[in-house]
């Protein structure tokens, strides 16, 4: 299974703006689905984006215009997460993760606070 490292969380006062990173340790380009998650405290985990390796993306409908997703599947084999607009809402421990046929990798998670 490939692992996967998460990066770029911190504290952001609403407004801002954010990038996720998300490493993995071997090559993403055969993976076919590459996506970020997230859980608040006391809720469950739920899905904020999406990428194929045919770069067709996929968002909730409440996230659509204020995160974007994208990959590089070169020699960085990275996933980013643009988040913007940030809510207070947005907080929580976000999640890369790969997922194809055989495999179902999850990173460590990065917390993202939005506060004043």
Same mark, same amino acid.
């Given at each position: ?7 770029g969380?911190?504290l /952001?006062?609403? *407004? *801002? ?11 993403i ?6 996506g970020?998650y997230?859980?608040?405290? *006391? ?7 999406q990428?194929t390796?045919? /770069?067709v993306t ?5 996230? #659509?215009g ?8 070169? #020699?960085r084999?990275?996933v ?6 940030? #809510? ?11 997922r194809?046929y ?13 506060s004043?």
């Amino acid at each position: 299974q490939v692992q996967l490292v998460e990066s770029g969380g911190g504290l /952001v006062q609403p *407004g *801002g703006s954010l990038r996720l990173s998300c490493a993995a340790s071997a090559s993403i380009s055969t993976i076919y689905t590459m996506g970020w998650y997230r859980q608040a405290p *006391g809720q469950g985990r739920e899905l904020v984006a999406q990428i194929t390796n045919g /770069v067709v993306t996929n968002y909730p409908n409440a996230l #659509k215009g204020r995160f974007t997703i994208s990959r590089d599947n070169t #020699k960085r084999n990275t996933v980013y997460l643009q988040m913007n607009s940030l #809510k207070p809402e947005d907080t929580a421990v976000y999640y890369c993760n790969a997922r194809d046929y055989g495999i179902n990798s999850w990173g460590r998670g990065a917390q993202v606070t939005v506060s004043s």
